[in-house]
């Protein structure tokens, strides 16, 4: 059944399901039939999806096509394919990348080709058919499927000039776990460090001006030289004192920030043994870090 003359349906147009549809749509597949319960959600997509027919139920994109994407919340996937009736050749693809396919599965269904297809990618931010298709090109699909739906997995990650990768149901914990620190935890970071410069009585917009560049330096030379020689900073040099400072301001300015760092700092010490730190250095650290926890506990008492 591979083929670009698939008639794919979406059920769910929130940021997956229309930058997944119009990304599909504009490298010429026929995404026909599309449900949503919002409807600035389906005015939206048939502005820009014209062709798809957007009908009154689940069901009716089920019936009216040979694969469906779910784009729903993961936490409501499986609840809601339990009412959904899947011929036995038909294709049903989630795109959560921390729920197995298996939950695809349920009674009222003959469904024998069950997938998951997840960009390892932000979604946040498109607001047009060329964000759509920019934003997914050049990235990675995790995808787990059988038979025909995992040539078309690959079919799809192709024409979206990205890579697949196979993520068995036993990785999704770790594979979901390393899109959040990269993303989700990142913008984490960036927001306590925002915290930081409007603790010394800088706005935002100040604050922003000088951390993203600082952001973006480090990621572009990740990008080009590679984790490990693009570690800086005082850990990576030994410089005790320096980090003495950081804490004791911190402790006793933000308190709520201690917690990032330190757990930071210890994830950055075997890194920085790797990168030659002495014995000596290494052990300093650790006391430094030991006495840190310390004394955040007395604190607490």
């Given at each position: ?5 698939l008639?794919?349906?979406f059920?769910?147009?929130g940021k ?6 119009v ?6 597949y026929?995404?026909t039939?599309c449900y ?10 048939k ?13 009716e ?6 694969l469906?994407?779910?784009t729903?919340p ?11 009736g ?5 294709g049903?693809?989630h795109c959560?990348?921390?729920l ?9 269904s003959k469904?024998?080709?069950t997938g ?5 990618q ?11 298709v920019?934003?997914?090109?050049g990235?990675?699909f995790?995808i ?12 799809f990650g192709?024409?979206l000039?990205s890579r697949?990768?196979?993520?068995p149901?036993s990785d ?5 776990s390393s899109a959040v620190l ?7 970071l960036l927001h306590?460090?925002i915290s930081?410069?409007?603790e010394m009585?800088?706005?935002?917009d ?5 951390i993203?560049?600082l952001a973006t ?12 020689p693009?570690m800086?900073?005082?850990i ?9 400072n950081h804490i004791s ?14 757990s930071?700092?210890?994830a ?6 790797q ?5 000596p ?21």
């Amino acid at each position: 059944m591979l083929s670009k003359d698939l008639e794919i349906g979406f059920i769910g147009i929130g940021k997956m399901g229309k930058a997944l549809a119009v990304a599909l749509a504009t490298h010429g597949y026929s995404v026909t039939a599309c449900y949503s319960r919002s409807a600035t959600s389906t005015s939206e997509l048939k502005e820009l999806l014209p062709r798809c027919f957007i009908t009154s139920t689940a069901q009716e994109v089920v019936d009216r096509t040979n694969l469906v994407f779910i784009t729903i919340p993961d936490d409501l996937i499986q609840s809601y394919v339990q009412d959904l009736g899947v011929n036995e050749n038909q294709g049903i693809v989630h795109c959560s990348g921390s729920l197995p396919r298996s939950i695809l599965n349920n009674a009222n269904s003959k469904a024998r080709f069950t997938g998951m297809f997840h960009p390892y990618q932000t979604l946040a931010g498109i607001d047009s058919p060329a964000d759509a298709v920019g934003r997914l090109s050049g990235i990675t699909f995790a995808i787990d499927a059988e038979g025909w739906l995992l040539d078309q997995l690959i079919s799809f990650g192709e024409s979206l000039d990205s890579r697949t990768i196979h993520v068995p149901a036993s990785d999704l914990g770790i594979y979901h776990s390393s899109a959040v620190l990269v993303c989700g935890f990142l913008a984490t970071l960036l927001h306590c460090a925002i915290s930081l410069w409007e603790e010394m009585g800088h706005n935002k917009d100040d604050a922003m001006k000088a951390i993203l560049p600082l952001a973006t330096s480090t990621l572009s030379n990740i990008g080009n030289l590679g984790v490990l020689p693009s570690m800086t900073g005082p850990i990576y040099r030994g410089d005790i004192a320096t980090i003495e400072n950081h804490i004791s301001s911190l402790i006793s300015r933000t308190p709520q920030i201690v917690d990032v760092y330190t757990s930071l700092f210890q994830a950055s010490l075997p890194i920085a043994q790797q990168l030659g730190a002495d014995s000596p250095t290494i052990s300093a650290l650790e006391t430094l870090i030991k006495d840190t926890l310390e004394r955040k506990l007395k604190c607490a008492g």
